[in-house]
């Protein structure tokens, strides 16, 4: 069974204090690693995909890796407004449908 | 920018009532899916649509769920009997390819009493 597992669950950072996000994934067939950003009351909101090992993305202050057993989220000095939730997916095969199984998150609190 | 929409935002319902939920996706995207999700943990897979078809359904999904996509464009998911383990916060999402990352609404907030 494909699993996803984030760390740490939880994480403050000062405001300009970079860090690291871990999603440690296994799975067979990788499709795709995907990385949201959840809000209070709202809906996964959608900021990266990676499809193979050594791929990274870039958008404003953050940068997604992936390995082939691990994506990283780096946040570079934060700010407060980068405060919300960030979910890990990734999509393989599971009976002829692209299955896609998240992670719990890791809860990120920014402080000015 | 038109993004999947989804209503009611908030369901208060009594235990032992039906409830029904629509999820109005992006309009060029072919693929539609619904989760559960509670507090605390991430989005679970409920069931998922290819235009009209229903083609996966999770094993989470008893016999009091029931989703349908008529003509491939709006779909409803309806819940019998619900029972206080019915709450949580259910997503809908699109894509319009398969692997294609998935654009979810705000959810709606069930509240079983």
Known sequence: ?112 | DTGVSQNPRHKITKRGQNVTFRCDPISEHNRLYWYRQTLGQGPEFLTYFQNEAQLEKSRLLSDRFSAERPKGSFSTLEIQRTEQGDSAMYLCASSFLAGQPQHFGDGTRLSIL
């Open chain 1, 1 to 112: 069974e494909d699993q996803v597992t984030q760390s740490p669950e939880a994480l403050r950072l000062q405001e300009g204090e970079s860090s690291s996000l871990n999603c440690s994934y296994t799975v067979s067939g990788l499709r795709g690693l995907f990385w949201y950003r959840q809000d209070p009351g709202k809906g996964p909101e959608f900021l990266f995909t990676l499809y193979s090992a050594g791929e990274e993305k870039e958008k404003e202050r953050l940068k997604a890796t992936l390995t082939k057993k691990e994506s990283f989220l780096h946040i570079t000095a934060p700010k407060p407004e980068d405060s919300a939730t960030y979910l890990c997916a990734v999509q393989a095969y599971s009976g002829g449908y692209q299955k896609v199984t998240f992670g719990t998150g890791t809860k990120l609190q920014v402080i000015p």
